[in-house]
């Protein structure tokens, strides 16, 4: 009697759909799954831990490294979190701020996950279109902050800076002549803001061509429809969160169940799926691209009419306008003891958790009293995700196991920590 | 010309060896066929990264020579001076001949193919059997590659080559059977003169006398059909490099490598030129009055490989199981029975291919 065994492959970590460093031991029979195990911790950096060893602020970097397609996103938990702690109040404008990059950070994250899930299913095209409009976005990024991933732009107590007033423009080169500036540089003439405005304005028409490539394509729908299917009881049990538990039909999003910042005075829709496999997964995170696109309109013009600081000015847990420090006793104390010993947190514990365009993204600190964190643990969407891989892929085709990372929006960073 | 060449070398050569001329003569055409097809190849490789660069809203080559022109020649050398490996445990007499059975009959195929009404390697009687024979035999290529390289991923990728180019196979055979039904020829040549004669050629709309038009069907079954035997997008599933990372080929490098590509270009162009010619006239022109030409076919070609490419730019990857069904649910009833609709209409007092 022959003894039939299972195929067992090495998925990744060198696989062009690990989507970094994903391993997957996969047995096939077949080409059918029989057993998905994901293997993590490739990308294990010792966040938690490097954090335990900085004063507060100079953590908030580590944050941008962690989900690194949305930066943003991932030092509002941080600044919510130590905010928390210490009971300072953050200006209004910087909470808008806030959110506005948050949903620019959302429609980024989005965007290569559209790009990226498109190549995985064999759609090259869409990641070089989705690429063309993160461009833009990344100009927004590099404007504020002046990196184009790792921003570091949010502070315990607002944001490093007001909004700058002029967006930089492209610089003559040997491969820009007079007639190509002109036509990279019109939408650049104005503030940061008006450079954002008029890309809410493009991007509706970008978003109904990926439309147009994808939903409705045969193949596309072959591909996504059915495959991954997580039921709504499941999804919670499995501790899903974001696009995945919306997608199995769950309206839960903490921008609007536990509202943080400015969203309770924004006016956005919850996009929800029915049947909970990839193709609603899919349709939901193009819609919240739209919602997203909608929130910056609403922040674009909150700002536009109210000027006004941008950090807060309890000067313990802030730096000191820099004028100041030259020529006031007073801030130059705050500003050596922001920048050396940094600031004590009152002994406690906070949990603060925000609407990531992944899912529910937590940070939780524990503060002994020191000017350094006891323990902060980061709750990352991600590895929940990851976790219910096996559930999800087993039965399904090794073709669709690239689907279903796909549709899991997965990025190392945060998993791995 | 070319009949200038034969006779001047009959006449050197032929009174003392009849059969060395003959020899050389047909050595001289098929330089002269293989020649300028693996600079079609070559420029396919251009065309396309181009085509799909403009699709995708960026350049494609442009730093090679003028507009990029020297790129596929800059490819070709690169890889030439690259290292073949061989991976561990790779059955190395089989590694080596995989690429080139591959590629061979890519090639053999080119014999029967003509260009016009006199310009054709081999003008033999069943040249479409002949075509079906050899081009089956290239996925051998494929199969023993994936076999040879000691490789999951390549195993993988052989063993869904081997499903979908054999099921595609029938389809395509089946297509060609209503060709010949009508033409009442295996022989090309003899396919395309059948239609240039017709209702619509007679008051010169040729190409509406086309086979394409009564056998529509067919004609889009026999070119997704040629794009599934190719292996290309979007049944790139032997090679989908999402999925099994480059499928049969994952463990060639350097030229042995490049002449898996090579085949299958060879293949586009060859599946181009057969629909070509089959279901688009050949060299036939389109209207009454313009001469019939052998450039007519290169432009045929030309625009059949642009859909290859056009495909390539558009569409997701179909799933290994979702291509079996197409080929075996959908492709293949649907050619039966159209076999019989046509046999039944030319049976009926309404042939139009008498």
């Given at each position: 009697m022959p003894e039939f065994r299972n195929f067992t492959i090495n998925?990744?970590?060198?696989?062009?759909?690990?989507?970094?460093v994903l391993r997957m031991i996969l047995e096939l029979d077949g080409e059918v799954i029989k057993h998905a195990d994901p293997h993590i911790g490739l990308l294990h950096r010792g966040t938690e831990k490097l954090i335990e060893t900085r004063v507060w602020a100079q953590s908030l970097p580590y944050m941008d490294r962690l989900d690194y397609v949305s930066m943003m996103c991932n030092e509002h938990a941080y600044c919510l979190a130590v905010e928390k702690l210490l009971g300072i109040k953050v200006p209004e404008r910087a909470l808008y701020i806030r959110v506005m990059l948050d949903e620019v950070t959302r429609i980024l994250n989005h965007l290569l996950w559209v790009g990226c899930h498109g190549l995985d299913v064999g759609a090259m095209s869409m990641v070089l279109y989705t690429f063309r409009e993160r461009e833009d976005l990344m100009d927004v990024y590099e404007a504020v902050s002046?990196?184009?991933?790792?921003?570091?732009?949010?502070?315990?107590?607002?944001?490093?800076?007001?909004?700058?007033d002029r967006m930089p423009q492209y610089a003559p080169s040997p491969w820009k002549n007079a007639a190509t500036l002109k036509v990279v540089n019109e939408n650049r003439q104005g503030s940061l803001l008006d450079f954002l405005e008029d890309f809410t304005e493009r991007f509706p028409k970008y978003h109904s061509d990926y439309h147009t490539l994808l939903t409705d394509n045969r193949i596309w729908k072959q591909r996504l429809v059915g495959i991954g299917t997580v039921s709504p009881e499941r999804a919670l049990q499995l501790g899903f969160t974001g696009a995945m538990l919306r997608g199995s039909g769950?309206?839960?999003?903490l921008r609007k169940k536990?509202?943080?910042?400015?969203y309770d005075q924004v006016d956005f829709d919850v996009p929800i799926g029915v049947n909970g496999d990839s193709y609603d997964r899919y349709l939901v995170r193009m819609e919240e691209m739209l919602q997203a696109n909608r929130i910056i309109r609403q922040c674009i013009d909150w700002l536009r009419k109210n000027p006004g600081p941008?950090?807060?000015?309890?000067?313990k847990f802030a730096p000191p306008p820099h004028e100041t420090v030259k020529s006031n006793m007073e801030a130059l104390i705050h500003h050596f003891k922001y920048f050396s010993e940094g600031f004590q947190v009152p002994e406690g514990e906070a949990y603060a958790a925000i609407e990531h365009p992944k899912g529910e993204f937590g940070i939780y600190a524990i503060s002994d009293g020191a000017n350094k964190p006891y323990r902060l643990k980061i709750r990352a969407p991600g590895f929940a995700h990851l976790a219910a891989m096996d559930e999800m892929a087993r039965g399904h085709m090794l073709a669709d196991v690239v689907t279903i990372i796909g549709s899991q929006d997965v990025v190392f960073g945060e998993i791995d920590r | 010309m070319e009949e200038t060449i034969a006779q001047f070398g009959t006449q050197w050569f032929g009174a003392a060896w009849p059969s060395l001329w003959l020899v050389i003569w047909t050595l001289v055409k098929i330089v002269a066929i293989v020649a300028p097809l693996l600079l079609a190849v070559a420029y396919l490789t251009y065309f396309e990264r181009k085509v799909i660069g403009f699709m995708q809203v960026r350049m494609g080559p442009n730093r090679v020579g003028p507009l990029g022109l020297l790129q596929p020649i800059a490819d070709g050398l690169k890889l030439l001076f690259k290292e073949i490996i061989f991976p561990s445990w790779a059955d190395k007499k089989v590694f080596v001949i995989a690429p080139m059975l591959a590629f061979a009959p890519a090639l053999a195929v080119w014999a029967v193919v003509p260009f016009n009404d006199a310009l054709v390697l081999a003008n033999i009687d069943a040249s479409l059997l002949y075509i079906l024979a050899i081009s089956s035999m290239s996925v051998y290529g494929v199969v023993l590659a994936g076999w040879s390289s000691n490789s999951k991923y390549a195993f993988l990728g052989a063993m869904r080559a081997a499903a979908q180019i054999v099921s595609y196979e029938i389809a395509m055979g089946f297509a060609l059977i209503v060709v010949l039904m009508i033409s009442g020829s295996l022989n090309l040549t003899d396919i395309v003169h059948a239609q240039q004669k017709g209702w619509f050629a007679d008051r010169g709309l040729a190409f509406l006398s086309w086979n394409w038009l009564p056998l529509l069907p067919l004609f889009v079954v026999y070119f997704v059909s040629g794009v599934a035997e190719t292996n290309?997008?979007?049944?790139?599933v032997a090679e989908g490099e999402s999925e099994i990372v480059a499928g049969f080929h994952v463990d060639y490098s350097g030229m042995a490598f490049a002449v898996f590509f090579l085949a299958e270009y060879t293949e586009m162009i060859l599946v181009a030129v057969l629909t070509s010619l089959l279901f688009l006239g050949g060299w036939s022109a389109p209207f009454g009055g313009l001469p019939d030409s052998a450039w007519w076919l290169v432009g045929k070609t030309c625009f059949m490989l642009f859909f290859f490419l056009w495909f390539r730019a558009t569409f997701p990857r179909y799933r290994y199981d979702h291509i079996m069904r197409l080929g075996w649910k959908v492709f293949i009833p649907l050619t039966v029975v159209w076999i019989f609709v046509v046999g039944i209409w030319m049976l009926s007092p309404w042939n139009i291919w008498k």
């Open positions: 998925f990744g970590p060198q696989h062009p759909a690990a989507h970094g002046g990196a184009r991933m790792h921003a570091a732009y949010y502070r315990i107590g607002g944001v490093y800076r007001d909004l700058p769950i309206e839960w999003d536990q509202p943080y910042a400015v941008v950090m807060s000015d309890d000067y | 290309r997008a979007p049944f790139d």
